[in-house]
């Protein structure tokens, strides 16, 4: 079922390059005429009166979908992710709202053939289909050799999460922090060490240099100014924001039912940037819930490379924006989930600590993961930035350590 803009809206530049591969064809609908609240990553809409701002804000998050026709991954893998590439694509949305968060707010919406060359920009870069992009498909699914999966194997929530960790480092203009909490734990004080610290680049990593002269060869070329895209100082402050990454099991096949209330709970947190997960073997980016539905993006749509430097930008842009969203009973999500939180403060982070004690970890019922304030004295010691001195070649280091669990997620 899938809810939205009304497909009429949709330009038909978008018609024109859009495939669709999520079973049946696609049936537009709207939101349902319901009096239940609509929760969309901490924001609360009427489905009756807040029409148009549930739109919009939909509208305004950073779809990222199968491309094809971009250069072979690694030099000679293949040229577009379908098929394969869901999950990480799923990694990629979720990242994307938590940049969203960091540099333009959780408020910004997205307007239509007004693109400028600001933040925004430079966000959607992080992401474009090149080996150059911090956060490409390139460079994840390169990295995720790293985790043991091969280039064009199938990711599941947990790999993703490790993968964007260990990019994240890089991106000394978003200086993000992210932490994946591992065997459904969080430690309060592990995450505040890490914000609180600031990771070295290894001096044999030429990474940021190469791709720094070919952002301003690119923008110098194709006229856009803001050649500084991947260029930051790194922000010297006493907390770097945290993006939170809980992998969990719900259950064996399926999603065990006492956990469908806490779920639920998490999209109405300010501090939450949804889940990615999916039905059996399918990816998905869910960011809301209304009722006993959950709303997602689905990345399962293949257009053709987009060119983010090129003087026609602005039709490129109108593809990293759906129309349209679409719904699915809770009761069908599989049980491999990886739920994700931005905190730009401390403030935040321990509000949403306080909340989740009190809503999902609540001993009074079944608790989703664990939050606690100290480590476990039977773990092993707690590494903020684990060293990458066996840094080889770019964006590429061996993690001694494996959590990989995940079922494969994709359409067979």
């Known amino acids: 079922m899938a809810l939205g803009i009304n497909p009429n809206m949709m330009s038909a530049s978008i018609h024109s390059v859009l495939t669709y591969e999520s079973g049946g064809g696609l049936e537009y609908e709207d939101f349902p005429q319901t009096e239940d609240p609509v929760y969309i990553l901490g924001k ?37 992710d379908a098929g394969w590439g869901c999950m990480l694509r799923c990694g990629q949305m979720i990242l994307a709202q938590a940049l969203v968060n960091r540099h333009l707010g959780r408020d910004w919406r997205w307007i239509h053939k007004n693109l400028s060359t600001g933040k925004y920009l430079d966000i959607l870069r992080l992401f474009q289909d090149v080996k150059g992009a911090y956060y490409s498909i390139h460079q994840i699914a390169s990295m995720g050799v790293s985790e043991g999966k091969s280039v064009g194997q199938w990711f599941g929530p947990n790999t993703v999460a490790q993968v964007l960790k260990k990019l994240s480092v890089y991106d000394e203009w978003s200086s993000l922090s992210i932490h994946v909490a591992l065997d459904n734990t969080v430690i309060i004080d592990d995450i505040k060490l890490m914000c609180k610290s600031h990771p070295n680049t290894p001096d044999d990593v030429v ?37 939170l990454i809980v992998p969990l099991r719900l259950g064996l096949s399926e999603m065990n039912s006492v956990y469908v209330e806490s779920v639920k709970y998490t999209f109405t947190l300010p501090q939450s940037v949804g889940i990615i997960g999916g039905k059996p073997n399918h990816a998905h980016w869910f960011i809301g819930h209304v009722g006993d539905e959950l709303i997602y993006l689905d990345p399962h749509t293949t257009q053709p490379v987009a060119n983010l430097f090129s003087s026609d930008t602005k039709d490129n842009d109108e593809s990293y924006h759906c129309q349209f969203a679409s719904r699915m009973k809770i009761t069908l999500l599989d049980p491999s989930i990886a739920l994700g939180f931005y905190c730009g403060t401390e403030e935040d982070f321990d509000s949403l600590c306080r909340d ?54 994709e359409l067979l």
């Open 44 to 80: 609360c809409y009427s489905a009756l009166y807040d029409r148009e701002e549930l739109r919009n804000d939909i509208l305004s998050k950073i779809w990222l979908t199968y491309r094809k026709g971009f250069s072979p991954i690694g030099g000679t893998g293949p040229t577009t």
């Open 207 to 243: 990474v940021n240099h190469t791709v720094d002269r070919r952002a301003k060869t690119i923008s110098k070329r194709s006229g856009v100014t803001n050649g500084d895209l991947y260029v930051g100082a790194t922000h010297k402050s006493s907390w770097r924001p945290l993006f």
């Open 356 to 409: 989740l004690m009190l809503h999902v970890v609540n001993p009074r019922k079944t608790p989703m993961f664990e939050i606690h304030q100290t480590r476990p004295g039977h773990w092993p010691p707690f590494e903020p930035y684990p060293d990458q001195s066996g840094t080889k070649t770019e964006f590429t280091y061996v993690d001694e350590r494996h959590y990989d669990t995940d079922e494969e997620f």
